[in-house]
């Protein structure tokens, strides 16, 4: 059977127009390419609350893709908001919170990029920096404003890792974010890390697959098929459940 990969949407509220204030669930097209390119079938996931409907997204899916997005409500792991912090929905944050808790208590195959990484770690007890420039020593650009495929700064990665023995011990990435990953949560490991230190991604070697990275190898896809035994790897573990 072809594994079905839930996929994380997200909120956005109309600024303009004749829809002004209203609210439209998305997610974009380049997560629903790379799980059809990696031989998934892709399954987009509303942000529901209820205990109910959470159960069932983990029953139907086989993996799951904890897609980029907005930030997260500070309040959520302990902090207050920083003058940087953008747009955050906290009904959406505790939807996916839910969700995530549920993917990990069933040890379902999980994806998490960007967004995802950090509400990982939040879920897990951890914290984020709220902006990379808080960090209090010198930092790079993360935030790149190249094409979305082009790749823009170096991750070492751990050898002993899921990403050590896909690529070795380093790898070229993009970069969207302002905020990062600042305490680890319970059980992470950190595999990848940027030049300043910023972590770049983390992994969970007591469950069967769960991956979090910072950068979008789903918008490198766009320009290469390096970042393709990722998904593969995912959509592999999935057929092994």
Not at 44 to 49: E, S
Not at 114 to 128: D, E, F, K, M, S
Not at 177 to 190: E, F, M, T, V, Y
Not at 202 to 231: C, N, R, Y
Request: hydrophobic content about 40%; overall charge negative.
């Amino acid at each position: 059977m072809t594994p079905i990969i839930g996929i994380s949407t997200n909120l956005h509220t109309v600024d303009k127009g004749k829809f002004l204030g209203m609210e439209r669930i998305y997610v974009n097209k380049d997560y629903i390419d790379a799980v059809v390119k990696a031989g998934g079938i892709p399954l987009l996931l509303p942000p529901v609350a209820d205990r109910a409907s959470i159960v069932r997204y983990a029953e139907v899916c086989d993996g799951f893709i904890l897609s980029g997005g907005g930030d997260i409500n500070p309040i959520l792991y302990g902090d207050f908001p920083h003058p940087c912090l953008e747009e955050f929905h906290t009904g959406l944050d505790r939807a996916q919170w839910a969700l995530t808790e549920e993917i990990l208590r069933t040890d379902k195959p999980l994806l998490a990029i960007c967004r995802g990484i950090q509400l990982l770690n939040i879920v897990l007890g951890g914290t984020l920096w709220q902006d990379i420039t808080a960090i209090g020593h010198p930092v790079m650009l993360h935030s790149q404003y190249s094409p979305r495929e082009d790749i823009f700064h170096p991750v070492s990665i751990e050898k002993d890792s899921i990403l050590g023995r896909l690529w070795g011990e380093q790898l070229e990435v993009n970069s969207f974010h302002h905020q990062c990953l600042n305490h680890l949560g319970r059980h992470l490991k950190i595999t990848a890390t940027a030049p300043d230190g910023v972590i770049e991604a983390v992994e969970m070697p007591d469950h069967t697959f769960v991956v979090g990275i910072q950068w979008h190898p789903e918008m490198l896809l766009a320009g290469s098929d390096k970042m393709l035994p990722l998904f593969q790897q995912l959509i592999a573990h999935c057929r092994r459940e």
